[in-house]
């Protein structure tokens, strides 16, 4: 089977209860559609089992991108965006709940924090997945910029992480083809936890962190939902 989950947040205890619940085996695979640090307490520990998981396919979040960006200069020495004054990049992520992300790396023994920051950049840009006659393309957040005649692999990475997309807007005109993103929490469309679907574009962010929120997870073969 291939599953689906997104906005993780450093709920820990909700990722591996969920985890449980779809019983993830050696045989399926799981797409992790970004933000997986920031917010809650145990960011650093999702990854950690992340990383032992070959069939988990994480694809990069703004959070991880935010994370990467400061960890990188801390830890390497490198600015990937020179264009943003450090102070302001350091604010803004905090200001985004940067601090246990920050505060995880800072107990992991020094040549695991190289790994974990490994692992994170190696992170997806987005990825189309067939399942039977339906493709589905796994995103953070949508498409900003969108026009029909570009290729997935014209998009930045700064128009897929940041995007709060129309959810009544068909993207790709082919019906057979659907939208997966997270990024933009389920209560700020219709005020539920629970997955939507609306022409084409399929959005699982149920507010994992949030108060009354829920992790969610997509089963793409079945299109059985599984909720924490
Ligand atoms: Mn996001």
Redesign the pocket.
Known sequence: MIYVMS?IHGMYDKYIKMLDLIELSGDDELYIL??VVDRGDKPVEVLLDMMKRPNVYPII???ELMALNVLDMMFNGERADVSVPVEKMIEDWLKNGGAYTIAGFAKLPHSERYDVLDYMSEFLLCEAVDVGEKTFIMV??GFDNFSHDKKLSDYTVNDL??HRPDPDFRYFEDESIYIVA???PTFTINGGNSIIHSSGNIFI?CGAWYDGGRLACLCLDTMEEFYV
Do not use: A, E, Q
Request: net charge negative; charged share 20%; aromatic share 8%.
């Open positions: 906005d970004g933000d979040g703004n959070h953070h957040s992480v940041w997270g990024h933009t962010d």
